[in-house]
């Protein structure tokens, strides 16, 4: 402390890392002195003058601090924050400083009643279907997280809400100390590997949100990742274990969203809205109307006889393995990036029972794809380095077929190479599928 203010370090000028210095701020009123840490380069007009930067350097000296508010993307067991904790410092992040602020308003009724999910995924997508559902319930809700809204900007709201479902990602889970009244999880496969230290570490990160629930939560799990929750040595919470079958309120053919993995999805959500007292109707209503996310597997149009699928948010093989199998017309798939992983041998796997007749390659990863993907017996092109290109190859080999076909574009790769996001990846894919025009 100098100058009797609290000096508090807020690493990371993202989303959060901004969300939090604004909370801080008010909250303190002038009592402590806000620094902003970030190794990134963060251009001066993009600076709040009420905070001191420290960018585009490595972090050092965090024992200095009172207080270190780490943004998701900085691993948890970072060196410099772990030293920071053994010489005393307090490390907290967004999710902590939510529920502790959530749970300090609670009254007898113990709401708001807080849902977390996660896994690697269709959290997302679960996540939004089971707020449709209640919010078509008439229930007061508010959804928060990483699906995109910072949790403390919908704190005030949060705290007057019947319900709040938060998406949560390993990054926000490796530091959670507060109970949720109810915590899901998905599947889990290998991913954010180049943040953790390996799977076993990834996937216990995932299960920091089971370890501290209270005796009277809820655990939901789906069967194929019931191991995890079974072998978590003093899980208090009771244990439900969710398969496909349990919910007969709707079958995969009547969702818009495609794919059985988006049917596991609208199972779970299904399964938590009936048991929080939603009607059968509005459970099924919701399901079967859900038009699904931005990037996941999206519609984007169809022209003549091909239909176009913007999966931008595959940044990994299992993602595109589900999207895959989400179609059983022939499909031409674009595939590329920036390699998160360099095994795409599960990618190769279900090429060989699928219905895709092309594949365009393209981005940085592209020569090493078509090294891995060949033993599939599709045929594979380079589109190219850009994903203009690409679009243009797999537009042509579709209009080739002849048939009702899909253009599917799952690249199994993060977008590093050309773009900032998967999502400005993905506005840019769509953007170019609606230029095509009928030749």
Do not use: C
């Amino acid at each position: 402390m100098e100058n009797g203010k609290l000096k508090i370090a807020i690493l990371g000028w993202a989303r959060e890392g901004k969300s939090a210095a604004e909370f801080l701020h008010k909250r303190l009123s002038g009592s402590a002195e806000i620094h902003v840490l970030d190794e990134g380069p963060v251009p001066v007009y993009k600076r709040d003058v009420r905070f001191k930067f420290r960018v585009g350097k490595k972090f050092s000296a965090l024992n200095g601090f009172d207080l270190i508010l780490r943004s998701p993307g900085i691993p948890y067991l970072r060196k410099e924050i772990q030293q920071a904790i053994k010489a005393g410092v307090a490390v907290t992040s967004v999710t902590n400083i939510f529920l502790q602020e959530l749970y300090a308003t609670r009254g007898k009724m113990k709401t708001p009643k807080v849902i977390a999910i996660t896994g690697t995924k269709g959290k997302g997508t679960t996540a939004s279907l089971l707020y449709e559902m209640l919010k078509k319930a008439k229930k007061k809700v508010v959804l928060a997280g990483n699906i995109g809204t910072p949790m403390l900007d919908v704190l005030e709201r949060a705290k007057r809400a019947d319900f709040v479902v938060l998406e949560l990602s390993s990054f926000q889970l490796q530091d959670i100390k507060h109970s949720v009244d109810l915590a899901v999880l998905l599947s889990i496969s290998r991913d954010h590997l180049d943040h953790h230290k390996n799977m076993a570490e990834y996937v216990n990160a995932k299960l920091e949100l089971f370890k501290h629930q209270e005796k009277d939560a809820k655990a939901y799990v789906i069967s194929e990742s019931a191991k995890y929750l079974k072998k978590l040595k003093g899980l208090k919470a009771k244990l439900n274990i969710l398969r496909t079958d349990q919910i007969r309120l709707f079958e995969k053919e009547e969702l818009k969203i495609v794919g059985r993995h988006n049917f596991e999805n609208a199972v779970v959500a299904a399964r938590i809205a009936k048991d929080l007292g939603v009607p059968n109707p509005v459970i099924s209503y919701v399901a079967r109307n859900f038009k699904g996310l931005p990037h996941r597997i999206e519609f984007v149009r169809k022209l003549d006889k091909i239909s176009f699928y913007n999966d931008s948010f595959s940044t990994i093989p299992a993602s595109t393995v589900a999207a895959i199998k989400s179609f059983d017309i022939p499909t031409v798939l674009i595939v590329g990036g920036r390699p998160k992983v360099n095994d795409y041998s599960s990618v190769q796997k279900a090429l060989k029972k699928s219905s895709v007749k092309n594949i365009v390659l393209f981005g940085e990863n592209s020569k090493e794809l078509r090294r891995q993907l060949a033993g599939a017996g599709i045929k594979l092109t380079l589109g190219g380095y850009t994903l203009s290109s690409a679009v243009e190859r797999a537009y042509t080999f579709a209009r080739n077929l002849k048939v009702e076909s899909v253009v599917l574009f799952s690249p199994a790769s993060t977008s590093f190479d050309l773009f900032s996001d998967r999502s400005e990846r993905g506005d840019k894919f769509k953007e170019l599928v609606l230029k095509l025009s009928k030749s």
